[in-house]
C-alpha cells in the first residue's frame, strides 16, 4: 500500500493548476500525460517480483517528487515576479529589464533540464511493465467497485445502542452501591477493542440516577501516553464546563491548585476512557491528587487487564459481545438508516445476519460494516463481504480486525491515502482543520470540476470518513459543530499497517527507520525536539516532521536547524509546543512548505522576515505564542497563504501586514490581550470565509472594513467581555453569514434589523445577562436550521415568534435553568427534528405535564440526556 500512497500524492501533483500551468507553458504537457498514464497502470497492478519491480518504482517516484518540487517553485516565482516588477521605480526599470532578460534566459535552460528529466523518467516506468502482472489490483478493488462507491451518499451519524441494558444496570447498580464508601472507588470496566465500553460508560453516565447522585460528573479521553499533568488539564476543563481553557502558563503546583479548588466540596464521577498506565506509581501519583471526598468514583474503561487490576477498588466488569440479535440490529440499523428497503428484503437480511454471525458479538465491527453498506441494496456488494477471504484466517488477533480491512477495501483510493495519513496522529484529540490542512499540505484533497474550495472537499473526506466510523465523535462536543474528533485505537492500528515504511512513529532515537520513510512522528518524551535520530541522516526527502502528542514539542533551536538543513522537500513542519527563542532565517530555505505550526511557543518574542518568502505557505500557525510582538512586515509574497492562526501583543494590527495576506480564507485571532481594534486592511481579504476572535478582553468594536468581508460564511467572537455588536447589522458582509456563534459578551443588543437572511446555525453560549432571542433573528426565518442556547442563566423564554423560524431542523437549550416553557406554535415548526433539552429544571418539568400535541410531530426528543423519543 505504501507505493500506492507516493504514487496517489504524485498523481495528484500532476492534475494540480499550479503544475498543469507551468507544464502548458513551457510546451511539456503530452510528457506529464504519459507519466499520468504510467503511473496509473503502476497502481493498478501488483509486481510478480516484488523486490526488483518495488524498488525500482520506489525510485521512480522519488525522482518524480522531486521534479514537481521544482515545477511547483517555478510557478510560484512566475506569480511573485510580476508584482515585483510593479514596485520598481521608473529609474530603476532599464536596470531590471537586463536581469529580466538574464532570468528568461534562465528559465529557458530549467525548462529543458526539466523536460529531460520527465522523458527520461518515463522510459524508466515504461520498463517497469516488465516487473507487473496485469488485472491484480494492489488496492484490493476493480475499478468498477472503485466508481461505484465513490458517488454513493453517506450516512449521518446518530446515536445507536442495541443491547446494553442489563451491563449498564450492573454497573450502576455497583457504583451506587459504594456510595457510602469514605475513600473514593474506583470501578474498571474491561473488555478488548471495539466492544463497546466507551458507549457503555457514556450509558451509565447519563443515566437519570446517576445524575442525581453525583453533583459534579466529568468525562475525560485519556491519552494513549500517561501524563498527569495533562489528565489534571482535561479534568480542569471538563469540570469547569470548558470555562477554565488557557492552563499554559501555569506551573504545576498552580495547575494541580486550581484542580483542587475545581473539584473542592462536590461529590463527583469522573470517567477516565481508554486509560492507558505503565506501571502502578503512575495511577497513584493521578489518585492521590483525587484522594478524599466522601462518596466520590471514578469509572475506568481499558482494555488492558493490566490497568483493570491497578486502578480497581472492586473488581473489575468484564464487558462481553453482544447477542446475535442485537448484533444484527446494529448492522441493520447502519446500514439502512430511517429507510425500509434494507429491512424488508428476505435476501439481504439473511445475509446480514450472516454477516454478523462472523462479527463475533463486537459492536465496532457491525458499525464499520453496515456503514460501508449504507443503503447499498446490490447482492454482490453484501456477498462480497459475507464471502471475503479475510474471515478465513485462523488467527484470531488479525479475526479482531477484519471488519475494519473489509471496510477499509471498500474505501475510495481518495479516501484511503487520507485515513492512511492520518496515522500520525497519536493523541486522542483531533483537530478537524488541522487534519485537512494536513491533507492539503500533502495534496491528497482531489481537486474539484465545480468551484468547491479544498477545504470544504476536504472536510466531505471527513464526514464520508465520519460516517463510515472511521473516526468519531468526541465526548463532550458540540453536536451542532463538530471541530475535534478522535480515531479509535483499531482504526488508527489499521491506517498504521497500510503505510509501514513510508510514514514511522518514532518512540525511540535508536530505534530502526525504514529508507523510505516520508513521514515520521516523534513522540520520544526524552529525546524528542533536542536532536534527531541518528537513523534520519540519510532521509533527505522526508515529508512532513510531527510532534503528535500534546505538550511535547522542539526544545532547540538547533533542532529546527537542523530539520531545515537535512529535510529541503519538506511539505508540512510542526513546531508547536516548542520552547525555543528564535526561528532560524534559514527557514526560508524550505521552498515547498505548505504548514507551518509554532503553537504554544511562551519564548518567541518575533517571526523573522524570513517567513514570509514561504511562497507555497497554505497555513501558517502562530496561536498562543503570548510573547509574540507581531507578525513580519513583508507579507505581500505570501500569495498562497489560506489559514492564519495568530496570537501577538499589538493593540492594533497592521493594515499592510493583513491587507496583503488576499488569499486568506479563515483567519483566528485568539487571546490577544492588548488589542482595542482590527485591522482595516480587512477590507482586502474578500476570500475570508472563516473569523473567529476569542479571548481578546480590550477589543471594543469591529470595523467598519468589514462590509467588504461578502465571502465570509462563519463568525465566531467568544470572551471578548467589552465588545458590544450594537451597530453591527450595518455591516454589509455579515449578511451572507452561514454560521454565527457568540459566547462570553456582555449582551446582544442591537438594531432591529433583519440582515442575516442566509444564516443556518446560530450558537449562543456563557452570556450571564442574555434574556430573549434578539429580534434581528427573524431575517433568518427561512434559513436558520439550528439553534443553541446554552449557560444564559437568565434567559427566561423563547419568543412567540419562534414559529415563524419554519426551516429549523434542531433546537438545544442546556443550562437555563430560568426557561420554564416551550413556545405556543411548536407544531408549526414542521421541519423540527430533534429537540435537546439539558440541565433546565423549570423547562424539564413543564415538557413532562404539557399537552403532547405540542411536540408529538418531533422525531427526536432528549431530556436531561434521556431518550423521550
Not at 448484533?327 to 428497503?341: D, I, N, V, W
Not at 460494516?369 to 477471504?389: A, F, N, Q
Not at 463568525?715 to 455579515?734: H, K, N, Y
Amino acid at each position: 500500500m505504501e507505493i500506492a500512497f507516493t504514487a496517489h500524492e504524485i498523481l495528484e501533483r500532476i492534475s494540480s493548476k499550479r503544475v498543469c500551468e507551468m507544464a502548458l507553458r513551457w510546451n511539456l504537457q503530452g510528457q506529464l500525460d504519459q507519466m499520468q498514464q504510467h503511473l496509473k497502470s503502476a497502481m493498478q497492478e501488483t509486481f510478480h517480483d516484488q523486490n526488483q519491480g518495488v524498488e525500482l518504482l520506489r525510485d521512480a517516484l522519488s525522482e518524480a517528487d522531486k521534479i514537481f518540487d521544482e515545477l511547483e517553485v517555478h510557478a510560484l516565482q512566475s506569480q511573485i515576479q510580476p508584482l515585483q516588477r510593479l514596485k520598481l521605480s521608473k529609474v530603476k526599470i532599464f536596470f531590471c529589464s537586463l536581469n529580466y532578460q538574464r532570468s528568461n534566459t534562465l528559465q529557458s535552460q530549467i525548462r529543458v533540464q526539466i523536460g529531460s528529466r520527465i522523458r527520461s523518467l518515463n522510459s524508466r516506468l515504461t520498463e517497469l511493465q516488465i516487473y507487473w502482472t496485469p488485472n491484480l489490483r494492489l488496492l484490493g478493488l476493480s475499478n468498477q467497485h472503485e466508481r461505484v462507491l465513490m458517488h454513493r451518499p453517506y450516512p449521518v451519524q446518530r446515536i445507536d445502542v442495541f443491547g446494553r441494558e442489563n451491563d449498564r444496570e450492573k454497573i450502576v447498580e455497583a457504583l451506587l452501591g459504594l456510595r457510602n464508601e469514605s475513600a473514593i472507588s474506583v470501578v474498571p470496566v474491561f473488555g478488548i477493542g471495539g466492544i463497546g465500553k466507551t458507549t457503555l460508560a457514556k450509558m451509565v453516565y447519563n443515566d437519570a440516577r446517576v445524575m442525581r447522585q453525583f453533583q459534579l460528573r466529568i468525562w475525560v479521553n485519556a491519552s494513549r501516553v500517561f501524563d498527569v499533568n495533562k489528565l489534571v488539564e482535561k479534568v480542569i476543563k471538563s469540570a469547569s464546563g470548558n470555562e477554565i481553557t488557557d492552563l499554559r502558563n501555569l506551573n504545576e503546583a498552580e495547575l494541580r491548585a486550581v484542580f483542587c479548588k475545581v473539584l473542592l466540596k462536590r461529590t463527583y464521577l469522573l470517567v477516565l476512557d481508554d486509560l492507558w498506565i505503565d506501571n502502578e506509581g503512575q495511577w497513584n501519583e493521578l489518585k492521590s491528587l483525587l484522594a478524599g471526598g466522601h462518596g466520590n468514583m471514578i469509572l475506568v474503561t481499558t482494555r488492558s487487564e493490566s490497568v483493570a487490576s491497578i486502578t480497581g477498588t472492586v473488581p473489575p466488569y468484564n464487558v462481553g459481545g453482544l447477542l446475535d440479535d442485537d448484533c444484527l440490529a446494529l448492522f441493520l440499523r447502519k446500514a439502512s438508516g430511517e429507510g425500509e428497503e434494507i429491512q424488508t428484503n428476505p435476501n439481504l437480511l439473511r445475509i446480514g445476519a450472516e454477516i454478523t454471525k462472523k462479527c463475533e458479538g463486537v459492536p465496532l465491527d457491525a458499525v464499520v460494516l453496515g456503514s460501508s453498506l449504507y443503503k447499498e441494496t446490490s447482492l454482490c456488494h453484501w456477498e462480497w463481504i459475507r464471502d471475503h477471504r479475510i474471515w478465513d484466517s485462523g488467527n484470531n488477533a488479525i479475526s479482531t480486525l477484519s471488519a475494519l480491512k473489509i471496510s477499509y477495501e471498500k474505501l475510495p483510493c481518495y479516501l484511503k491515502v487520507c485515513l492512511a495519513y492520518s496515522s500520525v496522529f497519536l493523541d486522542s484529540n483531533i483537530q478537524i482543520d488541522k487534519l485537512i490542512q494536513l491533507w492539503m499540505a500533502q495534496g491528497l484533497i482531489h481537486p474539484s470540476t465545480g468551484f468547491h474550495e479544498p477545504e470544504e472537499i476536504g472536510l466531505q473526506y471527513f464526514e464520508e470518513l465520519r460516517s463510515r466510523s472511521f473516526f468519531q465523535e468526541m465526548e463532550g462536543t458540540h453536536p451542532l459543530f463538530i471541530s475535534v474528533c478522535k480515531m479509535h485505537d483499531l482504526v488508527h492500528y489499521i491506517a498504521e499497517s497500510v503505510v509501514d515504511g513510508e510514514c514511522s512513529t518514532i518512540v525511540s532515537h535508536s530505534q530502526n527507520i525504514s529508507k523510505y520513510v516520508r513521514h515520521i512522528a516523534l513522540s520520544d518524551y526524552d529525546l524528542s525536539g533536542k536532536e534527531l535520530p541518528r537513523s534520519l541522516s540519510e532521509h533527505s526527502m522526508l515529508r512532513t516532521i510531527f510532534f503528535p502528542v500534546q505538550g511535547v514539542g522542539p526544545t532547540s533551536t538547533s533542532f529546527v536547524e537542523a530539520c531545515i538543513s537535512r529535510f529541503k522537500h519538506l511539505l508540512l513542519l510542526d513546531l508547536s509546543d516548542s520552547c525555543f527563542e528564535v526561528l532560524p532565517n534559514s527557514i526560508e530555505e524550505l521552498k515547498h512548505l505548505k504548514y507551518l505550526d509554532v503553537s504554544a511557543n511562551g519564548y518567541i518574542s518575533s517571526l523573522p522576515n524570513a517567513v514570509c518568502k514561504l511562497q507555497s505557505l497554505q497555513t501558517l500557525r502562530v496561536a498562543y505564542c503570548t510573547k509574540l510582538e507581531v507578525l513580519p512586515s513583508y507579507t505581500e509574497n505570501m500569495i498562497n497563504l489560506r489559514h492564519l492562526y495568530m496570537t501577538t501583543r499589538q493593540e492594533v494590527f497592521s493594515d499592510k501586514v493583513i491587507g496583503c495576506l488576499r488569499a486568506l480564507r479563515s483567519l483566528y485571532i485568539y487571546s490577544c490581550k492588548n488589542l482595542i481594534s482590527l485591522s482595516d486592511g480587512l477590507q482586502h481579504l474578500t476570500s475570508l470565509r472563516t473569523l473567529t476572535i476569542v479571548d481578546c478582553p480590550r477589543l471594543t468594536f469591529l470595523p467598519s472594513s468589514m462590509k467588504y468581508l461578502t465571502a465570509l460564511k462563519s463568525l465566531s467572537i467568544i470572551d471578548c467581555e467589552e465588545l458590544t455588536l450594537l451597530e453591527w447589522q450595518d455591516i454589509e458582509g455579515i449578511k451572507m453569514l452561514r454560521s454565527l456563534v457568540i459566547g462570553g459578551l456582555p449582551q446582544l443588543e442591537s438594531k432591529d434589523v433583519q440582515c442575516l437572511r442566509s444564516l443556518q446555525l446560530l450558537v449562543i453560549s456563557g452570556m450571564p445577562h442574555f434574556i430573549s432571542l434578539p429580534r434581528w433573528l427573524e431575517g433568518a426565518a427561512c434559513t436558520l436550521r439550528h439553534l443553541s442556547v446554552d449557560r444564559c442563566p437568565n434567559f427566561m423564554s423563547f419568543p412567540e415568534w419562534l414559529r415563524d423560524l419554519t426551516s429549523l431542523e434542531s433546537i438545544e437549550v442546556s443550562e437555563c435553568r430560568k426557561l420554564s416553557s416551550l413556545p405556543e406554535g411548536m407544531h408549526g415548526l414542521t421541519n423540527l427534528k430533534v429537540l435537546t433539552i439539558d440541565s433546565c429544571p423549570k423547562l424539564s418539568e413543564a415538557c413532562q405535564s404539557m399537552d403532547k400535541s405540542k411536540i408529538d410531530h418531533i422525531p427526536k426528543i432528549i431530556i436531561d440526556s434521556v431518550f423521550i423519543r
